[in-house]
């Protein structure tokens, strides 16, 4: 190595951009540590059993049913592959994706604004991305998808600037990146091929995009063809889908909007207030007709929030987690905002008031969720998360599982934690791993009990995992012939009791097993449409 590069190695590293992302990445790393020991939760139950699945041969979408793309399963069978299988392995590898993404993130903000204000965006973009309002702690598919946007947010930006085929390509090659992660990126897609049609070059422009969305989806679509997935791989990914982001009424959508957003605003105020603040120049310019000057960063970071903004829209349920696409945007025009006011208000070099605004706003973010950074009572972070402690009593309950039957066995989960499935690594007796398939408001959702029904009765499951009626979603106008079904192969088939998780308050919280499980049974049988009194019970076949 010559000592001309040694130098120009150094000097790399001695620069603000590179110093500012090795501070925030540390501070991320040292907010993921309290973290990462988190149970999984059933989102993440999906993913990790379906990656668990396909290691071992089985192909996606056929043996197992789940609405998401397949790239976070791929991402989850690389982690349970290099890093382990435990919920820390996976919340670590997840930590990776997020250094990827803000190390994109702040060569963004360095190249839109100063090193000092692009700190502050990555500080900012970190709070938001790990915050429990947004279910920080999870590895949801939002948080892998955010590194192919980021990207495509750059390489759109050097498209529309330079006009260039090769940037136009890029930015649908990585878009279309992120709908394997998360299918509402169509947005982003739909938006960016808006934003070429007034250039120059669009014919060329246009087809260097959509050659490069159309690479990525070819070869998915390959692979299930030749694997014989395909009609699954549809079912799922489309049909499904397109039933569970229709069937909510406009007024429920306007509710989940307001208990959305809300607590995330309660903390994020002033990043989301200044990004309104950055984006009304842009408004009025078009309001004025001066047109949106797409080479101007700003432009398209405000239209960039506007399609995040309806990809977290698509559907009316506005999760907690969706709210990640949002962060992004809006941090990097909050940066530039902050910017904007310090040079105004502190002259040319405002690198220390930036750097007090950002410690505000950590500090503030740090008094607000003490009990989320700081605190060692999982159970209670859990519940305030969740208003139940279920992911903790998965383990326990997947223990029960695993010794109640051999590697070989099937289990039949009727519930909406597959994640018992990934801990007791056992195969699930039917191909709908969690209950919102068979239960949500349509004609096919009968057609999927039917066929569950059926399978059950010529292939009895030698452990039942049923959690009671009640306690599952999507209860309104549902068929309920899957758990009358089911009670009935508890009633006539040598089933008996191992297991029963009573319901303690709002909370699960032990695992009762053996003979005090069936003493507890004997004083309070319930059936499986009855009201609240267990949450789950665990049954075996003697056969």
């Not at 383990?395 to 051999?406: E, K």
Request: hydrophobic letters at 50%.
């Amino acid at each position: 190595m010559t000592p001309s590069l040694l130098h120009r190695i150094r000097l790399y590293f001695k620069s603000p951009a590179v110093i500012g992302y090795f501070i925030v990445a540390l501070a991320s790393v040292a907010l993921r540590a309290p973290l990462a020991h988190f149970p999984l939760e059933r989102d993440e139950g999906e993913y990790s059993y379906i990656a668990q699945r396909w290691l071992q041969g089985e192909i996606p979408y056929r043996a197992s049913f789940d609405q998401k793309a397949p790239g976070v399963f791929a991402v989850y069978a690389v982690f349970e592959r290099w890093f382990g299988t435990s919920p820390a392995a996976i919340h670590w590898g997840t930590q990776i994706f997020t250094l990827m993404t803000l190390a994109i993130f702040v060569y963004l903000g360095n190249l839109w604004m100063s090193s000092a204000a692009s700190l502050f965006g990555a500080a900012a973009f970190i709070l938001m991305v790990l915050d429990p309002t947004v279910l920080g702690q999870s590895s949801n598919t939002e948080i892998f998808a955010i590194l192919p946007l980021v990207a495509a947010l750059g390489t759109l930006y050097v498209a529309l600037d330079r006009q260039s085929l090769i940037a136009a390509w890029s930015t649908g090659l990585l878009l279309s990146l992120a709908c394997l992660f998360k299918q509402v990126a169509f947005v982003y897609i739909i938006g960016s091929a808006l934003l070429m049609l007034p250039l120059q070059k669009r014919i060329g422009m246009l087809s260097s995009f959509f050659l490069g969305v159309m690479m990525v989806f070819s070869l998915v679509c390959s692979y299930f063809i030749q694997t014989g997935a395909w009609p699954q791989f549809l079912e799922c990914v489309i049909t499904y889908n397109r039933e569970y982001a229709t069937h909510l009424p406009l007024s429920e959508c306007w509710w989940n909007l307001w208990v959305g957003l809300r607590p995330n605003l309660s903390t994020f105020w002033p990043v989301y207030s200044l990004a309104v603040y950055a984006i009304i120049p842009v408004w009025r310019s078009f309001q004025d007709r001066t047109g949106l000057r797409l080479r101007n960063y700003k432009t398209l970071l405000s239209i960039w929030l506007f399609l995040s903004f309806l990809a977290v829209s698509i559907g009316g349920y506005y999760r907690p987690h969706y709210l990640v696409l949002l962060a992004p945007p809006a941090a990097l025009l909050a940066a530039s905002q902050v910017e904007n006011l310090c040079r105004r208000y502190s002259g040319h070099h405002p690198l220390r008031s930036l750097s007090v605004l950002g410690t505000i706003l950590f500090v503030h973010c740090m008094l607000i969720n003490s009990w989320y950074y700081f605190s060692s009572d999982q159970e209670n972070k859990e519940y305030r998360l969740y208003q139940a402690t279920i992911f903790s009593v998965s383990a326990r309950i997947a223990d029960l599982v695993a010794m109640n039957s051999a590697p070989s066995e099937r289990v039949f989960m009727l519930g909406c934690e597959p994640e018992i499935l990934y801990y007791a690594k056992r195969i699930s007796a039917s191909r709908y791993i969690y209950i919102n398939p068979l239960m949500i408001p349509s004609p096919s959702a009968m057609n999927r009990q039917v066929e569950t029904i059926n399978y059950l009765k010529r292939n009895p499951p030698k452990v039942m995992v049923v959690f009671m009626r009640n306690l599952i979603g999507w209860v309104h106008d549902s068929p309920n012939d899957v758990f009358e079904e089911t009670q009935s192969l508890l009633d006539t088939l040598p089933y008996h009791l191992v297991g029963l998780v009573p319901m303690v308050g709002d909370q699960a919280l032990n695992v009762l097993s053996g003979q005090n499980a069936r003493d507890m049974w004997k004083s309070s049988p319930v059936r499986l449409t009855d009201q609240r009194q267990y949450v789950a019970m665990v049954w075996k076949l003697d056969r």
